[in-house]
């Protein structure tokens, strides 16, 4: 049963602090990895800081993704949580709440980014006043949109 306060989150930037450049540059690569592994039906969280993968989900779930990730990062990791991959589980959105923030600061992170309309947000205001209050970069973004910010390969 679905709760009132839970919805697909739609782009846009849900925090007083603005991603910069070196964000949606992490979270366009983070999205990108996390769509070709998806492919086999690995997580829907990456870990990345400076273009680098800190972790992908797997077994262990979201929570230890973030964990492990932001420990490697030793802090500025950016957390992006994208869709399912598979067309077998499009209706179900991978469900962040305001304790995933909070557990995301804690660890080191400097942003969470969340896939638009494929990822369901439990609670949005108190997620929004979490992010405005502790400084942390809170968006959601388009996926093909994102790629925009890739990082061009020398």
Excluded: W
């Amino acid at each position: 049963m679905e709760q009132k306060n839970q919805a697909p989150i739609t782009a846009g930037i849900y925090s007083k602090v603005k991603p910069d450049k070196k964000i949606l540059s992490d979270t366009a690569f983070g999205y990108y990895i996390s769509k070709d592994i998806g492919r086999n039906d690995a997580g829907q969280t990456v870990v990345v800081k400076n273009n680098t993968i800190m972790a992908v989900e797997a077994f262990e779930g979201r929570l230890d993704t973030i964990s492990r990730g932001c420990h490697f990062a030793n802090g500025k990791a950016v957390i992006v949580i994208s869709g399912k991959h598979s067309k077998s589980d499009e209706s179900i959105n991978p469900l962040i709440d305001l304790s995933l923030l909070r557990y995301a600061l804690e660890c080191g992170s400097k942003a969470v980014a969340l896939e638009a309309e494929r990822v369901t947000v439990s609670n949005l205001k108190e997620c929004i006043n979490y992010a405005v209050k502790s400084g942390l970069v809170f968006f959601a973004f388009n996926g093909t949109e994102i790629l925009r910010y890739m990082k061009k390969s020398s």
